[in-house]
């Protein structure tokens, strides 16, 4: 497809699992960003890869969240024993620019509900 | 913590009217300024940006107005449509970082 694609869409998993999520960035875009965006809420900042470095990850909320893009295309967020807290939907985002960019191509989202 | 917010939650608008969405911001270094679309289910659309350089960037349908000395971002949007429907989120980069950091969000609401 053209756009971001991101899978799952939605997620159910009980307090303790671990769950992985996957984002399909734009062909050749070189910036990804993952976001977390609670209920009402705008998105938070959690990571960013410029081709599989991670430049930043000051936005992950724990060491039960890590990030990564090892061949610089298609990325996994996983969250280890997951908590009710971390039920948000997490927005995936490309760029085919490299810093100071503010046209973003996001995802639709995978919607993570942990009970 | 977060540095831009908005002034309402939700903003009802008659169908043809036009809309303002305003956001205010508290970081005085912040230069890059960029205005987001999100419809129900769907990720952040970019719809426009603006640079502290200026202070008006027209797009189609859409206006942004940056006042530096009150910092103070808005976004008209002409003649509002249906289609207009969704959260507006007002974000900016800070000065040197990557990152874009996104406000609360102002839901538009067309009445018929």
């Known amino acids: 497809g053209a756009g971001v694609s991101q899978s799952p869409r939605y997620k159910v998993a009980k307090r303790g699992q671990d769950v992985a999520l996957r984002c399909d960035p734009i062909?050749?875009?070189?910036?990804l960003f993952w976001y977390q965006q609670a209920l009402g809420q705008g998105p938070e900042f959690l990571t960013y890869?410029?081709?599989?470095?991670?430049?930043?990850k000051s936005g992950l909320p724990s060491d039960r969240f890590f990030a990564e893009r090892p061949e610089g295309s298609v990325s996994t967020l996983k969250i280890q024993r997951t908590q009710q807290e971390d039920s948000a939907v997490y927005l995936c985002?490309?760029?085919?620019?490299?810093?100071?960019?503010?046209?973003?191509?996001f995802g639709e989202g995978s919607r993570l509900t942990v009970l | 913590g977060e540095s831009v917010g908005l002034h309402l939650p939700t903003l009802s608008v008659q169908e043809g009217d036009n809309s303002i969405i305003n956001c205010a911001y508290s970081n005085s270094a912040s230069d890059y300024f960029i205005w987001y679309k999100q419809e129900s289910g769907k990720g952040p659309q970019f719809i426009i940006d603006i640079r502290s350089n200026m202070d008006k960037r027209q797009g189609q349908r859409v206006t942004v107005l940056l006042n530096k000395t009150v910092k103070h971002l808005s976004l008209q949007i002409a003649a509002t449509q249906p289609g207009d429907s969704a959260v507006y989120f007002c974000?900016?980069?800070?000065?040197?970082?990557?990152?874009?950091?996104f406000g609360k969000g102002t839901r538009l609401h067309i009445l018929p």
């Open positions: 985002a490309s760029s085919p620019q490299t810093g100071d960019t503010g046209e973003l191509f």
């Open positions: 974000a900016e980069i800070p000065n040197r970082d990557d990152k874009i950091i």
């Open positions: 890869f410029q081709n599989e470095a991670q430049l930043d």
């Open positions: 062909s050749g875009h070189v910036s």
